[in-house]
């Protein structure tokens, strides 16, 4: 079974200050996306960025991209000139292609923009 | 365009009573995930739905149930609630076929109190 883990259960930075999330997976297939969400304060999750397996260029996202390392199975996120708005928990996630593969996610990372 | 909706918002319970919830996806989307998300424990999976077939599955008890219907909004019922099941049930939808995951859109989700 696939899984995720964030070491990070809670995480803080100034604003305007650059941050990094670290998530680490589980896994045998070669072929599969990975994901992080964006869970604000009683707010809707929303998708902050994906990266396919097979695509070695980091995906990036505005102040959002990421560090792929495929062969050390680890996804990081890093936020640049983080603001307020960015406080939220993050959530990563991971899913091998092909059919009907579930989602799987991690346990989130509290984060908390100090103005 | 109108987002992933569910209702009710909130819902309160008692213990072996059972509860409804519903989800409607994004108009396009065919495909159905819920997801448990209790209290320190992330995202679990519950359900996908897609096409009116129940097509993963995820390690929860048999009395997690759901369907959907023809215009892809879907249903999941809890039975003999217990005060565990306490969470928010959150429903997603997603614009990718099953061979490519283009992340999910999330509804607001449902409160569920047992007690």
């Known amino acids: 079974a696939q899984t995720v883990t964030q070491s990070q259960p809670e995480m803080s930075v100034q604003e305007a200050e650059t941050v990094t999330l670290s998530c680490t997976y589980d896994t045998s297939e070669n072929n599969y996306y990975l994901f992080w969400y964006k869970q604000p304060p009683s707010r809707q999750m929303i998708l902050v960025i994906r990266q396919e397996a097979y695509k070695q260029q980091n995906a990036t996202e505005n102040r959002f991209s990421v560090n792929f390392q495929k062969a050390a199975k680890s996804f990081s996120l890093k936020i640049s000139d983080s603001q307020l708005g960015d406080t939220a928990m993050y959530f990563c996630?991971?899913?091998?292609?092909?059919?009907?593969?579930?989602?799987?996610f991690g346990t989130g990372t509290k984060l908390q923009v100090i103005p | 365009e109108a987002g992933v909706t569910q209702s009710p918002t909130h819902l309160i319970k008692t213990r072996g009573q059972q509860a409804t919830l519903r989800c409607s996806p994004i108009s396009g989307h065919t495909s159905v995930y819920w997801y448990q998300q209790a209290l320190g424990l992330g995202l679990q999976f519950l359900l996908w739905y897609d096409e009116g077939e129940e097509r993963n599955r995820g390690n929860f008890p048999p009395r997690f149930s759901g369907r959907q219907f023809p215009n892809y909004s879907s249903e999941l019922n809890v039975n003999a609630l217990e005060l565990e099941d306490s969470a928010l049930y959150l429903c997603?939808?997603?614009?990718?076929?099953?061979?490519?995951?283009?992340?999910?859109?999330f509804g607001s989700g449902t409160r569920l109190t047992v007690v």
């Open positions: 996630a991971f899913q091998n292609s092909g059919g009907y593969q579930k989602v799987t």
């Open positions: 997603a939808s997603s614009l990718g076929t099953v061979y490519i995951n283009y992340g999910y859109t």
